[in-house]
């Protein structure tokens, strides 16, 4: 059996918190032999919730802090004052190699900061990108980055393809990943200033498998496997994904109860459908990896429900397994030397 993943939960992030955190650590431990949990928050609530279910209780351990950082306080000021919350006590669990791992709904801003500040940048990574996968129709892409850098710099943005490229192939297992620059049209001379001068040199980078520009309309579609922009575009992007995903279903699911024709109908076509829209779930995905990070930090939405939390956990043994950590630095290493 491989060595366990310890992952330190965040057990007071989110708007459901502790409860929905503690169900996920239960399930995730209940599913995978591979994941043991550190539940990070204030302890008396977090054991009521835990008397609620069944699991492996070595598996599971409970580690107490008494302060939460809220959403809307200063991320800086939060967390340099309270070095008691659930957030920075985790997050010093991964500096000091207690924890592999730290998964949080909580605010995010905090956990941006709280990660590059504990955690640390992997030497040679200027930005730390967020990187949730998408559904589409040909299975996943990776969003990078989606809210971390809202101003970045070509020299990022090429970065950003090369370790989201690097996930996709050694954690979701695409060999070499399409990448492709978002893009107001497919045609090289269009974009902002950003991506103007970012496109000839992605075009030039020999380690990636660079297809150019992608216009939002074709993301769904799964024409790329690495979707790389700026914080702002990319976060733009995935809520209008969320949105438009959860109004989709929502009037589907409306429409086969307008009849009683349309309701017998329902009926043959649930099982399909109900496989078919769990694929477009977002929360089937689990959280975004903060990458270029030298410990592995996940960030999952804070109105996350446990189905969410519980992938975004079984996620960082996947993340840990294939040593993502690892191969960044050492595609970094070889760059700087080919640079030289």
Same mark, same amino acid.
């Given at each position: 059996?491989?060595?366990?993943?310890?992952?330190?939960?965040?057990?007071?992030?989110?708007?459901? !918190?502790? !409860?929905?955190?503690? /169900?996920?650590?239960?399930?995730?431990?209940?599913?995978?032999?591979?994941?043991?949990?550190?539940?990070?928050?204030?302890?008396?609530?977090?054991?009521?919730?835990?008397?609620?279910?069944?699991?492996?209780? =070595?598996?599971?351990?409970?580690? =107490?802090?008494?302060?939460?950082?809220?959403?809307?306080?200063?991320?800086? &000021?939060?967390?340099? !004052?309270?070095?008691?919350?659930? %957030?920075?006590?985790?997050?010093?669990?991964?500096?000091?190699?207690?924890?592999?791992?730290?998964?949080?709904?909580?605010?995010?801003? *905090?956990?941006?900061?709280?990660?590059? %500040?504990?955690?640390?940048?992997?030497?040679?990574?200027?930005?730390?990108? %967020?990187?949730?996968?998408?559904?589409?129709?040909? $299975?996943?892409?990776?969003?990078?980055?989606?809210? *971390?850098?809202?101003?970045?710099?070509?020299? &990022?943005?090429?970065?950003?393809?090369?370790?989201?490229?690097?996930?996709?192939? &050694?954690?979701?297992?695409?060999?070499?990943?399409?990448?492709?620059?978002?893009?107001?049209?497919? #045609?090289? #001379?269009?974009?902002?200033?950003?991506?103007?001068?970012?496109?000839?040199?992605?075009?030039?980078?020999?380690?990636?498998?660079?297809?150019?520009?992608?216009?939002?309309? =074709?993301?769904? !579609?799964?024409?790329?496997?690495?979707?790389?922009?700026?914080?702002?575009?990319?976060?733009?992007?995935? /809520?209008?994904?969320?949105?438009?995903?959860?109004?989709?279903?929502?009037?589907?699911?409306?429409?086969?109860?307008?009849?009683?024709?349309?309701?017998?109908?329902?009926?043959?076509?649930?099982?399909?459908?109900?496989?078919?829209?769990?694929?477009? =779930?977002?929360?089937?995905?689990?959280?975004?990896?903060? %990458? $270029?990070?030298?410990?592995?930090?996940?960030?999952?939405? $804070?109105?996350?429900?446990?189905?969410?939390?519980?992938?975004?956990?079984?996620?960082?043994?996947?993340?840990?397994?294939?040593?993502?950590?690892?191969?960044?630095?050492?595609?970094?290493?070889?760059?700087?030397?080919?640079?030289?």
């Amino acid at each position: 059996m491989s060595e366990q993943v310890r992952v330190a939960v965040d057990a007071m992030g989110g708007d459901f !918190a502790p !409860a929905e955190p503690v /169900k996920a650590a239960v399930e995730a431990v209940n599913a995978s032999p591979a994941i043991s949990v550190f539940l990070v928050g204030r302890e008396q609530a977090v054991q009521e919730e835990l008397g609620k279910y069944q699991y492996p209780q =070595d598996r599971i351990t409970v580690v =107490d802090a008494q302060e939460v950082i809220e959403t809307g306080e200063p991320p800086v &000021h939060a967390i340099r !004052a309270k070095k008691d919350s659930s %957030l920075v006590v985790a997050l010093t669990m991964v500096k000091k190699g207690e924890a592999d791992a730290f998964v949080s709904s909580g605010s995010t801003g *905090a956990v941006l900061v709280g990660g590059q %500040l504990y955690a640390g940048k992997i030497k040679g990574v200027e930005r730390a990108p %967020l990187a949730p996968l998408i559904p589409t129709a040909k $299975g996943v892409s990776l969003l990078i980055d989606c809210g *971390a850098n809202v101003d970045a710099r070509p020299s &990022h943005l090429i970065q950003f393809a090369k370790m989201g490229s690097i996930y996709m192939e &050694h954690v979701v297992g695409i060999k070499n990943p399409r990448v492709a620059l978002v893009n107001i049209g497919a #045609e090289e #001379e269009k974009g902002n200033a950003l991506v103007k001068e970012t496109y000839p040199q992605l075009k030039a980078c020999q380690d990636i498998n660079f297809v150019g520009s992608i216009e939002a309309r =074709d993301i769904p !579609a799964g024409q790329a496997d690495v979707i790389v922009c700026e914080a702002f575009v990319g976060n733009v992007i995935l /809520k209008l994904y969320e949105g438009l995903g959860a109004t989709l279903i929502s009037k589907i699911k409306k429409g086969m109860m307008t009849s009683l024709r349309s309701k017998l109908g329902a009926l043959l076509v649930k099982p399909a459908l109900k496989e078919t829209l769990k694929d477009f =779930d977002v929360t089937e995905y689990g959280g975004a990896p903060l %990458l $270029g990070l030298k410990g592995l930090v996940v960030k999952t939405h $804070g109105s996350a429900k446990a189905v969410e939390i519980k992938n975004g956990i079984l996620q960082c043994a996947q993340f840990k397994q294939a040593d993502i950590i690892g191969k960044i630095q050492n595609h970094l290493m070889v760059t700087k030397k080919e640079d030289m």
